[in-house]
């Protein structure tokens, strides 16, 4: 079964800072790989995904990430934070062939002004 | 256009009483998803459905019982419900080929 795991629950972020949220997956089979943002009392809203071909993706909002095999991992970047980031960020694998979307356990971004 | 709506937004409801949540997607999607939010924000799967048909069912107390009248809709119906089951639960929905999945804006339920 594929899992994810993100760590430090709470990241602290300076305005104009860079914001990294690393994730590591494991996965039996090539997985697809998923970052979504939750804020406030809202629903979850994807940020971006990684499928097949170019390992660097691009998201919404300023967002990107890399996938990289060898490491089994899929951090995520933006290179200067803003105050509307604050958020709560999680990481997600799917394998493919396998409809259960296994979620990290997030990642609550502050920003400091 | 809301793309996958849930209501009631927030049930407040005593322990033992039988409450439904309801999900209704626009987006021609085949497959729908219960997800629950505990109080530490984890997300776990609950249940799935793919064209009526349950293809996920995940270690959920038999009290829980997803009913899917068709394609668009995916409700969730809870009986005697508990103090543990306060949670914000989620809809999503995906179709069949791709699998990035669009969530509704969640139930935040609360047994007092």
């Known amino acids: 079964a594929q899992s994810v795991t993100q760590l430090g629950s709470h990241v602290s972020v300076s305005e104009g800072a860079l914001v990294l949220l690393r994730c590591n997956y494991s996965?039996?089979?090539?997985?697809?790989l998923f970052w979504y943002v939750q804020y406030p009392n809202q629903g979850l809203q994807l940020l971006l995904k990684y499928t097949t071909g170019a390992t660097l993706v691009k998201g919404i909002n300023g967002f990107e990430a890399e996938f990289k095999k060898s490491e089994t991992s899929f951090h995520l970047t933006k290179p200067s934070a803003h105050m509307s980031d604050a958020a709560e960020y999680f990481c997600a694998v799917i394998a493919h062939g396998n409809n259960r979307l296994a979620f990290g356990k997030g990642n609550q971004v502050v920003v400091i002004p | 256009d809301t793309a996958v709506s849930q209501t009631p937004k927030y049930l407040v409801t005593q322990m033992g009483n039988d409450k439904s949540i309801k999900c209704e997607q626009n987006?021609?999607?085949?497959?729908m998803y219960w997800y629950k939010q505990d109080s530490k924000k984890f997300l776990k799967i609950m249940f799935s459905?793919?064209?009526?048909?349950?293809?996920i069912n995940e270690t959920v107390p038999n009290r829980f019982s997803p009913k899917s009248p068709d394609k668009a809709h995916l409700n969730l119906h809870i009986n005697s419900l508990e103090l543990g089951d306060s949670a914000v639960y989620f809809c999503a929905s995906s179709t069949e080929a791709a699998y990035e999945q669009y969530f509704g804006p969640g139930t935040r339920l609360t047994v007092t």
């Open positions: 459905y793919n064209n009526k048909e349950l293809i």
């Open positions: 987006l021609g999607h085949d497959t």
């Open positions: 996965s039996s089979v090539p997985p697809y």
